[in-house]
């Protein structure tokens, strides 16, 4: 399976979405990943995490998943109350990690809100700055993928009151808001896959013609 996901990508990627495919560096790929939600709850946690990136790239791995609010056992709200700031060593570690990761070619996927957290955001307003504050914490990088809502049809959302997080049309609200914010770095490297890469066919590839093949 790795040998079919793994992608020699340079570092400073631009992650992309064509259609229905993921694209890295305008060459489409497949997202393997690994779910740590938790990954930067503190600074030890966070350096053992990246140091097993290598390892997990070894076998295909491509993709992070970590959460700003972090898991069941170990929740959190690193937000002000009004959602325009954000605790500072909590910003730096998801920067660290996504900096790790796009140094090894490789996706963060950055979750915002987790229905088990304590969430201390006032409104709706606050909820709206929170995901302009997260999205920001991103600012130069382009290997990540904003998740602004964990498992939107929970009964655990029923709790917060602040906003109506289990009615897609405002999650689609929300994801507007990061994409308008516009942060993330855009810039074209070539890249090359191994010729079975993500099974493409031929004339897919030709789509893309900064994809250039080979058969190592």
């Known amino acids: 399976l790795h040998t079919t996901l793994a992608a020699e990508i340079q570092p400073d990627m631009n ?30 946690t966070t350096k053992e995490l990246i140091g097993l990136l290598d ?62 957290a ?16 997260a999205t920001r914490t991103f600012a130069g990088f382009g290997n990540v993928i904003i998740n602004v809502v964990n498992e939107h049809n929970s009964s655990g959302w029923t709790k917060h009151g602040c906003y109506p997080f289990q009615d897609p ?14 942060v993330i770095r855009t810039r074209k490297v070539a890249c090359r896959l191994p010729s079975d890469a993500g099974k493409l066919s031929r004339s897919s590839l030709a789509q893309h013609p900064t994809c250039e093949e080979h058969n190592d």
């Open 118 to 133: 304590p969430i201390g955001l006032t409104d709706r307003s606050a909820i709206e700055n929170a995901i302009r504050t």
């Open 15 to 44: 992650l992309s979405i064509e259609g229905a495919s993921i694209l890295f560096d305008d060459c489409p790929q497949k997202l393997w990943g690994i779910r740590l939600a938790n990954g930067t709850r503190d600074d030890t």
């Open 169 to 182: 049309d405002e999650i689609i609200h929300l994801c507007r808001i990061a994409k308008e914010e516009g």
């Open 55 to 116: 390892e997990y790239r070894s076998y295909g791995v491509n993709t992070i998943t970590t959460f700003f609010m972090g898991c069941r056992e170990s929740a959190y709200d690193p937000f002000s109350p009004d959602g325009r700031q954000i605790d500072d060593d909590h910003a730096r570690r998801m920067r660290s990690l996504a900096q790790a990761l796009e140094d090894r070619g490789m996706v963060l996927v950055a979750g915002i809100f987790y229905q088990n």
